[in-house]
């Protein structure tokens, strides 16, 4: 109504306010992740992000970076494979939810520690290869 304050306004203030006081909070010195894995500089930070537990203070963050990214970098891959006249990778039929293809992907990490100094998407790249490997001229 016209003269009235808008109680929204404060409510979005208050909440505001709020959030930006979380912010300022410390964070356990537990927490398996840290702002710095955010980075993603290696398939091991990648690989930390994915497996985050609920318990920590990072995981919403966490979770929805490792889709986010994992599935950035799959799509990008995806398109590079389309363009090869030899696939690298092929999905079978049924193609593998997401959930289970990035469980995958990190359970495939832990067997093979080697791969977690290389760059992330390498890393999602030599898991592709060798988890979904094409026969020739598919």
């Not at 760059?119 to 592709?128: E, K, M, S, T």
Request: aromatic share 10%.
């Amino acid at each position: 109504m016209p003269g009235q304050p808008a109680k929204t306004n404060v409510v979005t203030a208050g909440m505001f306010a709020f959030v930006l006081c979380l912010g300022i909070l410390p964070v356990k010195a537990t927490a398996a992740v840290t702002e710095d894995k955010f980075l993603v500089q290696t398939t091991g930070d990648l690989v930390d992000l994915c497996k985050v537990t609920s318990a920590d203070p990072y995981y919403t963050a966490a979770i929805n970076f490792c889709h986010g990214f994992s599935v950035g970098v799959f799509r990008v891959l995806q398109e590079e494979n389309r363009a090869k006249s030899q696939h690298l990778f092929c999905f079978p039929d049924p193609t593998p939810r997401r959930a289970d293809a990035i469980a995958g992907f990190v359970q495939w990490v832990d067997t093979n520690p080697e791969q977690k100094k290389q760059a992330p998407a390498d890393g999602i790249a030599a898991y592709l290869l060798q988890k979904f490997p094409c026969g020739r001229g598919k």
